[in-house]
């Protein structure tokens, strides 16, 4: 009996052995299960974290480049608005230069009737002019005789090839034929360098020069004609295209420098507003 009991406790005693050593044993890898697990969610988190600042950052550099097309469509923006003014000044300026050039060839006709008279021909009167010449007349002193018929016939004739070629050449810049325009006015300088449409020709050479960017040669016949004819209506805007052209070419100081002439020396000009439009907007450009 005794054994028996002996025996019963001796196998209760090695099952409970066993279930304890199986829990030991399942134990340690519940524990290392448990770590790993907390591991992986840590760095699934970090992972998210920096998925997280990568889009952020990736937002930022987006709104930053915004930022920075915004403020170049704003320079355009201004560019245009300024372009649009030139050619509204161009316009204006053209207009009054049409109209004081219709003026002289009216004060022109008006002086010189006889020259005007005669460009329709007429067959009888020419012949009684050539009777009348060949006929025998008293001589006259040399300061009595009247001038030879044909000078003013000349010299109207001569207006009038200039004045057909000045036209030829604008109306090429008006079309936006710059260079047919920039050869015109460049012949008309050579052909008709005395002309009083001579100015003007120098300032609408530098204008077909400046619209194809050659802003070098524009300088010298906005050059050429402010320092030749400083009295021409011309020379604000000549001295306000210098500026625009040295500024387009980078000279910076030199070119400010010239838009601050305008002011100073034609404060009442229509330049003058459009230099310090330029200058202001100068003063707003970031200093690279």
Request: charged letters at 15%; glycine letters at 4%.
């Amino acid at each position: 009996m005794v054994f028996r009991l002996a025996n019963r406790f001796t196998a209760s005693f090695g099952m409970a052995g066993a279930l304890a050593s199986a829990m030991l044993f399942m134990a340690p890898a519940h524990a290392q299960d448990s770590p790993m697990s907390l591991a992986d969610r840590v760095a699934r988190l970090e992972q998210q974290a920096q998925s997280q600042d990568q889009n952020r950052g990736n937002l930022l550099n987006q709104l930053q480049q915004m930022q920075s097309q915004m403020r170049d469509m704003q320079g355009q923006i201004e560019e245009l608005q300024h372009q649009v003014q030139q050619l509204q000044d161009q316009g204006k300026a053209q207009y009054t230069d049409l109209d004081s050039r219709i003026g002289r060839l009216e004060k022109g006709a008006g002086a010189n009737p006889a020259p005007a008279a005669s460009a329709s021909p007429d067959p009888a009167g020419s012949a009684a002019m050539a009777n009348a010449a060949t006929a025998p007349t008293p001589a006259a002193p040399a300061a009595m005789m009247p001038p030879a018929p044909s000078a003013p016939a000349e010299s109207a004739a001569q207006k009038a090839a200039a004045l057909n070629a000045y036209n030829t050449a604008f109306k090429s810049l008006r079309a936006g034929d710059y260079v047919s325009s920039s050869r015109g006015f460049r012949e008309f300088i050579q052909k008709y360098p005395d002309d009083a449409l001579t100015p003007n020709a120098f300032y609408w050479l530098g204008e077909s020069y400046y619209a194809t960017t050659n802003y070098q040669v524009a300088v010298e016949a906005f050059r050429h004609l402010l320092s030749q004819y400083p009295q021409s209506d011309k020379a604000p805007d000549a001295m306000l295209k210098l500026g625009y052209s040295q500024l387009e070419m980078k000279q910076t100081d030199a070119g400010t420098a010239t838009l601050k002439s305008v002011l100073a020396k034609y404060p009442n000009a229509n330049a003058a507003k459009l230099a310090q439009e330029r200058l202001r907007r100068l003063s707003q450009q970031p200093v690279h």
